[in-house]
Every structure is written in structure tokens, then in C-alpha cells.
């Protein structure tokens, strides 16, 4: 069964520093990836996504992921982070005939810290 | 373009009352969701319409129905709601998956659901 991991339910870091969030997925077959970003009382919004093009995928507010198949990973960096980065990270896999289900992985919350 | 609507925004109800929660959107997407959040899980699919006309069961159906209203209306109903109900409640569309793969859902604001 496919799955998404999440490393870390939170992360802190200053504000300036590097951004890394990190997403390993299970799939028997190429898979689909998303990270999305939700705001404090607010719904999702679509980061970035990864489609077989290519293997870095550059997003949304500077962010950035990279395909490994080998690790099966897809970890979200930032090089330098801003305050208004506080939120929540969520990364996806979408599976399934005609790729309908999306299995999300449970969320880290970035923190910023002046 | 008012993208996704959800309504209501909050809602209490007691154990057994049933309610249906309303979502459109004017995207002119085939594809509608119904999610539920719950802390520390992530996002949970509870019903999906792959286009109008049609619905099916996603990961966490028990407890609720779903109804595809027209292309643009999907609505979630509780037919007697559990305390264990008690949670956001997102609903997305998004084009038709194709030969290019899975396309990016878009969300609504959620409802915050409360079951006493």
C-alpha cells in the first residue's frame, strides 16, 4: 500500500536559515508528489508537485523539492526562511486508477523565530 | 473567481442530530473531495466524485453520505452524528486525473465541526 512519512511533526528555525522538511513515500509504481502549504484557520494550497518532468521541482515563495527514487524521497528546502513561512507542510502522493486518492502524510509545522 | 466555497464555517451539533455540510466551486472542475483533518493525521479522503454523476468511497466513508449535486455542488451529509465526527472538514476539486497523471487539488476554507 502506498504511503507518506513525514520527519518531524515540527520544525523550528531562524529566521534566514535553511528550510528542510522532509517526505519519504512508498509506491509500487511512479509516483505523483505534492507538497502543500495551510495557513493558520485557512485550507491548503498547492506548493509544488513533481510529474516525472524533472527531478527538481521549484514551487511557490522561493521553496523547492528534489525527486530521489532511489531514497524514495521528496524533501522540501528553502534556503532562506522568512516569518511568513510559519505554517503547516503537508507532502502527498496520489495513487490509485486514474490517481483520485491522494494519501497525505501527517504535517510538520514550520516554525520561524526571529 | 470565488474558487472553492465551503458554508458553514463552524457548526456544533449533539450526538444524533444530522446536518450536511455545502461545498461549491467555479472552477469548472470535474473532480470533487470531501476531507477530514484531524490533528497529527494529516488529511483523510471520506468520499470523492471523479466527475458528475458519480461518488466513491475514499479511505474514511463510515458515518457519512455524499450527494453530486450538479458539476459545480458536492455536499457531505452526517446522518447522526458521533462525537468521533468531531473535526475539519475540507472540500477540494480539481480536474479529471489524466494520461499527464494527477492533477493539484484546490481547498476550500473548511468547516470546523464540533460533536457534543
Known amino acids: 500500500a502506498q504511503s507518506v512519512t513525514q520527519l518531524g511533526s515540527h520544525v523550528s528555525v531562524s529566521e534566514g536559515a535553511l528550510v528542510l522538511l522532509r517526505c519519504n513515500y512508498s509506491s509500487s509504481v511512479p509516483p505523483y508528489l505534492f507538497w502543500y502549504v495551510q495557513y493558520p484557520n485557512q485550507g491548503l494550497q498547492l506548493l509544488l508537485k513533481?510529474?516525472?518532468?524533472?527531478?527538481l521541482v521549484k514551487g511557490i515563495n522561493g521553496f523547492e523539492a528534489e525527486f530521489k527514487k532511489s531514497e524514495t524521497s521528496f524533501h522540501l528546502t528553502k534556503p532562506s526562511a522568512h516569518m511568513s513561512d510559519a505554517a503547516e507542510y503537508f507532502c502527498a502522493v496520489s495513487v490509485g486508477a486514474g490517481g483520485f486518492k491522494t494519501i497525505f502524510g501527517a504535517g510538520t509545522r514550520l516554525f520561524v523565530k526571529a | 473567481n470565488a474558487g472553492v466555497t465551503q458554508t458553514p464555517k463552524f457548526q456544533v451539533l449533539k450526538t444524533g442530530q444530522s446536518m450536511t455540510l455545502q461545498c461549491a466551486q467555479d472552477?469548472?472542475?470535474?473532480?470533487m473531495y470531501w476531507y477530514r483533518q484531524d490533528p497529527g493525521m494529516g488529511l483523510r479522503l471520506i468520499y470523492y466524485s471523479a466527475s458528475e454523476g458519480t461518488t466513491d468511497k475514499g479511505e474514511v466513508p463510515n458515518g457519512y453520505n455524499v450527494s453530486r449535486l450538479n458539476k459545480r455542488e458536492f455536499s457531505l451529509r452526517l446522518e447522526s452524528a458521533a462525537p468521533s465526527q468531531t473535526s475539519v472538514y475540507f472540500c477540494?476539486?480539481?480536474?479529471?486525473?489524466?494520461?499527464?497523471?494527477?492533477?493539484?487539488?484546490?481547498f476550500g476554507p473548511g468547516t470546523r465541526l464540533t460533536v457534543t
Open positions: 472552477m469548472n472542475h470535474n473532480s
Open positions: 513533481y510529474t516525472s518532468a524533472a527531478t
Open positions: 477540494a476539486s480539481s480536474r479529471v486525473p489524466g494520461q499527464g497523471g494527477a492533477y493539484e487539488q484546490y
